[in-house]
């Protein structure tokens, strides 16, 4: 059998309170699941440490706790140990019937529909697109909460201790309620210390930092467009709580790419233009900083196409936080505001089942919008699958020819993909936006947050991933850049440079190490790349060490053995003289919207040898950033740069900051400082 986290046979069989054909079924689900393994691991020794602490406490300490006499006191038949056991099973049973019970509040949409078998809400058919879900009945009407463990467990623990720290796991909400229920305020004490010290599960893709390369052997340079921005926020997140986020959760490409630069307008038909400049390279001034700066045609509100939306929003149990669900609807209500009688959207939601929230609905029917997201209550385990299906299906059922046609996900990532593989659900949502039906993605959430996850659906859904850490985040993603959000003007945008071996000894591509591509998959069209949305900006830098620089850090990398069935000729025979001024040409290809073949722009570059001293503003702050990410990381490729001019080039590279974000760029490294010099 398939184990069931949330069975409290689950408990009882950590307890040794199974028996028979019961413990015999559960003992052979438990030895088929690593997760139910490490759930009986974590009680049992939970029960173990309680047992001994509150023994020790109550030697050192015989007091009365809650008016209630010490166990040894009380004219009771039950062992020390059976209450221990009993508190560790009412602790957990109390955090399984949150999760059953969807941990969903009675009232609003809770009052509207019904229970499930599964203690979930039931949601509309999938068969039935235009049925709005309905959401979680009281008990005949009646607004108290129906007696359950979760009460029993609320007496026995209430106490003056303080509300439990946030733990986004149930063993974590287990060994709180736990020591509460065993009375025993030393328990409780070391758990909280415990408590403070960050527990994180979430999931990173592991990076691999882009080398230096020898352009007389890799005089190709190609990758993939990307205006993802998700990266910045998380690692605010991580800062300004006083931790320093995991490199892995830092993309240096991500975290520059989170401000918009002064790039001209494209000046022709051109859906985007492409700029370059270069200085010296302030974290190692022998070398050359170049950046590669696009900039996508801005589009007028009253210009924008209609929209046909399909909000795709986790409400499984995870979700409950305020930083998750009520984050998300309040994220929403603010694009919900930005549109017209001309735009549609529908809501559809998924948990333990899928269902559609809302029907495609026009623009100007915001209040019935506005309520349908009001309705949402978070509860259940979670299918994304599922959910996933659906929303395009109702894109699909919609789909306005020449609009904007987009399913915006938000969750935490923390889903199953039921019986569909990882690489089926990517094929499906390839195959949707090769129909031009495109996925955007907002994450939100700490803990359990699966960034790795979403930035694949992301980037194979022809989208952007954004991180909500705040309001005032999805106001910038949502509201400010609606457009840039919502409307692609090119896709498949890829860039290939090429050095000139004669000006160029080595060179290193900042970021984007995910991004990286073949050069044969420059000119293959069914290679899929990066989107730019209306008004966007993307920058890429890479740092060029010049020929003759004294070191090179491409030499220490061994070279290839002789070639045995063709002829080889030695490298220095075979660099062409410098005869061009180049240092470079840039190739970009992409695709409109709705095409499938390419154009090709080509721009040559000299560096005039300008020092960053005198570069421009947006460079030096560029500059600062992709510093700043590199120093997170802890790169070997950081130089001799530091937090304290990290700081220098952000203000020398200021400007005019409308919106205040590069201010609060300057407050995350003094964050940093902070905690580096804390450490």
Known sequence: MNINLDDPKLT???????????????????????????????????????????????????????????????????????????AAAIALCACLGVIAIGTVKRAGFANQGRWNAAGGPIIASTNDLQTPVEGIDQVEGKDEEPTSTLNVARDLTASAEPAPPPAGTLIARAKMAAARSAGGTLAIENFRREAQQPFNTARYGNIEENPFLASATNPLSTFSIDVDTASYSNVRRFLESGVLPPKDAVRVEEMINYFNYDYPQPNDNRPFSVN???????????????????????????????????????????????????????AMRLLVEKLSENDRVAIVVY?????????????????????????????????????????????????????VNRVILATDGDFNIGATSEGDLVSLIQAKAKGGVFLSVLGVGDDNLNDSMMQKLADKGNGNYAYLD???????????????????????????????????????LIGYEKRILRKEDFNNDKIDAGEIGAGHTVTALYEVVPVGTEANPAGSIPPVDPLKY??????????????????????????????????????????????????????????????????????????????????????????????????????????????????
């Open 566 to 679: 063709q002829p080889t000729t030695p490298v220095v025979a075979s660099l062409p003289k410098p005869t061009s001024p180049e240092l470079l040409t840039v190739k970009l290809r992409y695709k409109e919207p709705d095409g499938d073949t390419s154009k090709l722009i080509e721009r040559p570059f000299v560096d005039t040898g300008a020092q960053f001293a005198n570069a421009a503003s947006d460079l030096k702050f560029a500059a600062a950033v992709a510093e700043f990410g590199m120093i997170l990381r802890d790169s070997e490729f950081k130089g001799t740069g530091t937090l304290g001019a990290v700081a220098e080039w952000a203000r020398e590279g200021q400007g005019a900051d409308e919106n205040g974000y590069r201010v609060g760029f300057l407050t995350l490294v003094r964050k940093a400082q902070e905690l580096k010099t804390g450490m």
């Open 12 to 86: 009882a069989y950590a307890l040794d309170e199974l028996a028979g054909a019961d413990k015999a079924e559960m003992e052979a689900a438990v030895g088929a699941s690593l997760e139910g393994q490490e759930v009986v691991r974590e009680l049992r020794l939970l029960t173990s440490n309680l047992r001994a602490e509150y023994a020790a406490e109550r030697e050192s300490h015989p007091v009365v706790h809650n008016n209630i006499l010490p166990l040894e006191q009380k004219d009771e038949p039950w062992s020390i140990s059976r209450r221990l056991a009993l």
């Open 351 to 403: 948990s333990g089942a899928s269902g559609l929230a809302l029907p495609s609905t026009t623009g100007d029917h915001k209040e019935q919008i506005l309520g349908a997201l009001e309705n949402l209550q978070a509860g259940g385990s979670t299918n994304g699958a599922q959910g996933i299906e659906l929303a395009y299906q109702t894109a699909a059922e919609h789909f306005i020819k020449g609009g």
């Open 276 to 330: 370059l400049d270069a200085a010296s390279c302030p974290w190692s001034p022998s070398h050359r900083l170049v950046r590669i700066g696009l900039k996508g045609r801005e589009m007028p509100n009253e210009k924008r196409p209609a929209s046909n939306l399909v909000f795709l929003l986790d409400v499984s149990g995870s979700m409950e936080p305020a930083n998750r669900l009520p984050l998300i609807k309040q």
């Open 470 to 508: 705040s309001v005032d985040e999805a106001r910038k993603v949502l509201v400010q850049q609606i457009n840039a959000t919502l409307v692609t003007i090119a896709k498949d945008v890829k860039i290939q440079v090429e050095f000139n071996p004669a000006r160029v000894a080595s060179y290193r």
